[in-house]
């Protein structure tokens, strides 16, 4: 059972994940530009279809479904004329992706108190991580002083990759190892995927208490009431989203890396794969933390025995705002060792480390680079991805 201690509490919490499933990504196809002429169904299908297989953000739509969305953008407005009946019941879903609906404030989650989720209530509205575009500041062009700082930043951060560390046997940290067009390309993904069927939600717990962070599943749901892993959420029935491939070749070289850095450190006898396996990624827990968010002390324990036996490593991306991770040997938030994960991190725990205790204090607001933020329109916070075979 995987259990999430509140930092400051005693109290044991179980940790609550709830999940729906949208398609597996589809690769873009290119597609002529929407005619005016074609019928409003056609055009929102097209339009639909594109924003659901669309490997980039709101901000970089193709051209064509920017046009539609107009259109949809007014249909929805009146109340759904000309829409087939098929999108009526992804009404909110639609208006999440256009920007009609209410948004969430900042960093806050989009679902209905009240209303009943996994824990009692299941997400009407689901998490955007990603700011709507108008709220976007005016960009104004950045001036000599600037570039120069941002290109020293730049500088600085390929060095900082020279900082990788075995922070103890089969504990692996990867400083800015995620380069800035995978870095766009993950909070692209993790936004589309978000906002769709079985996209962000923040869990609670039975008593009604909330998780400080917005949870969603890849490969397979985690049930917070059965500690299971399952194919098919309980609650709505629904698939979990498939884990891109572009994020599994992703975890394979960091992976390969950590596979060197030990190397390094140990000498050529020592047997790499014995302190740190490989692993196969068929399950991702996404989290995404607001300004206050964090996470309890607790361990990762729902995969197969197999699994844990043997040791197979969590994969874990850090993206956005820096946060203080917490682990060590035991519960005791007193006796945990804290590294700080930074946007671009890979951190991996496997071998001998795969059972520590491990949790997040605090995150660290406004440390995401600039360009990032520009370019993703990320919220404030930090995405993480732990990557897990079960
Ligand atoms: O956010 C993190 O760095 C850790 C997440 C985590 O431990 C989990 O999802 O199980
Ligand atoms: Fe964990």
């Known amino acids: ?126 998490f955007d991580i990603c700011l709507p575009q108008k709220a976007r500041p005016i960009k104004l062009n950045p001036s000599l002083l600037q570039q120069n700082r941002e290109k020293r930043k730049e500088r600085e951060q390929a060095k900082i990759s020279n900082q990788n560390m075995r922070l103890q046997p089969g504990m692996i940290l990867l400083k800015n190892f995620l380069k800035h067009n995978d870095q766009v390309e993950i909070i692209g993904q993790c936004q589309r995927l978000g906002v769709g069927s079985g996209g962000f939600y923040q869990p609670g717990y039975e008593d009604g208490a909330k998780l400080s ?42 992976i390969q890396a950590s596979h060197a850095l030990v190397q390094q450190h140990t000498g050529s006898s020592h047997p790499v794969k014995a302190e740190l396996p490989n692993m196969l990624p068929d399950l991702c827990i996404v989290n995404f933390y607001s300004n206050n968010g964090k996470l309890g002390l607790h361990q990762d324990k729902d995969e197969s025995r197999e699994s844990l036996d043997q040791g197979l490593p969590v994969v874990s991306f850090s993206l956005g705002d820096t946060a203080d991770f917490l682990y060590g040997d035991s519960r005791d938030v007193n006796k945990a060792n804290s590294v700080r994960l930074e946007n671009g991190d890979v951190l991996i725990f496997g071998g001998q480390s795969r059972h520590i205790f491990h949790g997040v204090l605090r995150i660290h607001p406004g440390t995401a680079p600039k360009r990032l933020v520009e370019e993703t329109l990320l919220r404030p916070g930090r995405l993480n991805l732990t990557f897990r075979q079960f």
């Open 213 to 254: 962070l917005q949870m969603m599943c890849l490969g397979k749901n985690w049930d917070p009431q059965t500690s299971l892993y399952e194919d098919i959420r309980r609650v709505d029935g629904t698939k979990a989203p498939q884990i891109p491939l572009h994020f599994k070749k992703l975890v394979e070289e960091a």
């Open 1 to 126: 059972m995987l259990l999430y201690l509140p930092l400051r509490s005693p109290v044991l919490a179980t940790r609550c994940r709830a999940f729906r499933a949208p398609t597996t990504p589809i690769p873009l196809r290119p597609r002529p530009p929407a005619r005016r002429s074609l019928p409003l169904p056609r055009q929102v299908k097209m339009a639909w279809e594109d924003m659901l297989h669309d490997h980039h953000p709101r901000s970089r739509q193709p051209p064509h479904v920017r046009q539609v969305v107009q259109t949809l953008k007014a249909s929805v407005h009146q109340g759904d004329k000309g829409l087939p009946p098929s999108f009526s019941k992804n009404k909110e879903h639609l208006q999440v992706v256009l920007g009609t609906g209410d948004s969430p404030a900042r960093g806050e989650c989009s679902t209905k108190i009240g209303s009943p989720d996994l824990c009692g209530s299941v997400p009407s509205v689901s």
